[in-house]
Each structure stands twice: as C-alpha cells, then as structure tokens.
C-alpha cells in the first residue's frame, strides 16, 4: 500500500486517481500510523515552502517522515513536495526543509533569461544524468512531463537523476537512495507520468 500524505497541501484527487489507473494501491492519509504501515510513501505539494514546511511540523510528520526514510522506506516527493525534501529554501524567507538529500530551493529567476514567464508552466522534455535511475525505467530520454513551479533545487548536483531545459538547465528529479523526487507532476504528465510511477511502485 502506498501512503499519499495528507498534510493539507497537495493536489490528492489525482494522485489517487493515478495509482488507481495502474492498479496500485494508495490511500491518502494524515495518520502517522497508516503511514508507518504502509509500503511506500508519497509527499505531494502545492503552494510556498514556508507554510508546507510549518504544516508538517505542526502535524509531526515531518518525524515520522524522516524515521520513514531512515528506515528505507521508499519516499518519493512531488513538486512542492519534492523542495520540502532538501535542506532548506528562500522562498520569501529562509525556512528549513526535511535535510533528505543536500541542496537549497531558490528562485528560477535567478538563473533564467528575464523574458520568459515565472512561474514556469508547460511541458519540457527530461535529460537524464549518466546512470538512468530506476524511476525512469519505463521512460525514454527526450519524454515529456508537465511542471508548475517558480522555485527550483539547486546544490543538489550528487543527487540529480534529470534536468529539463528552461532557459537554463533546472533539476527535474533527484534522489538518495530511497529517497527521491519530482520537480514535475507525474499525475498530470500523462502516459509518461503513469509509467514513472509504475516504477517507483516496483522500486
């Protein structure tokens, strides 16, 4: 079973749909021990970092989370969900993150040409880092998923597993170990998206 986590941020409807549409099991909850329990984990997210961080905080999973991880349990981020993972962002502010993998959010106008819209919205295609990660075993280079974002991850670089063109090169995806995610929405990437989940429920 795989636990959606339910912290009061996050598109979940269709996530759920999603797992369902590959047969996967998946239960969106705010319950630490349906989460314990469960196989895998998603974080989704929507919205700032800032008050992202401060609900699960609030909540406590933020522990629960972190315990998850550490066990190895996978624990895949989407989007917002995916910053919350890293250290730390300066979205509006400083606020901590989860400290899963290494790297800092920051603002995607820092380092793409002025005339291009922020956020970032549209379909780009992934460029893979040498070793193909098992998140896209089902996927092909040059494949394309859908983003949302005005903040992107950067001093992540042992961890990135794709980057997509932006102006600049921006991280897609990273990952440590079990630990991995997302810049872009899987559950609204179509196809492509789909199969990305299909491996991380294989993972």
């Not at 992202?52 to 066990?71: F, I, Q």
């Not at 970032?120 to 070793?131: D, K, S």
Request: proline letters at 3%; glycine letters at 12%; a negative charge.
């Amino acid at each position: 079973m795989i636990a959606i986590v339910d912290y009061g941020v996050g598109n979940l409807f269709s996530l759920v749909s999603s797992f369902a549409a590959i047969g996967a099991d998946a239960v969106v909850t705010g319950d630490s021990d349906v989460i314990k329990g469960a196989d895998k984990i998603i974080l989704p997210g929507v919205g700032a970092f800032g008050d992202a961080a401060e609900k699960l905080r609030r909540s406590g999973l933020d522990l629960v989370l972190k315990d998850e991880a550490k066990k190895g349990k996978p624990l895949m981020g989407i989007c917002l969900g995916m910053q919350l993972l890293l250290e730390r962002s300066f979205e509006y502010g400083e606020h901590e993150g989860l400290g899963l993998i290494g790297g800092e959010i920051r603002p995607i106008a820092d380092v793409i040409p002025s005339e291009l819209k922020i956020p970032h919205i549209g379909w780009n295609a992934l460029r893979f880092t040498e070793n193909k990660s098992p998140l896209f075993k089902y996927i092909n280079e040059g494949d394309y998923v859908y983003f949302v974002h005005s903040f992107y991850g950067t001093g992540c670089d042992d961890s990135i597993i794709a980057t997509a063109e932006y102006g600049a090169e921006l991280t897609a995806a990273v990952a440590n170990g079990n630990v991995m995610g997302c810049q872009f929405h899987p559950e609204k990437s179509g196809n492509v998206g789909l199969n990305i989940l299909r491996a991380f429920c294989e993972l």
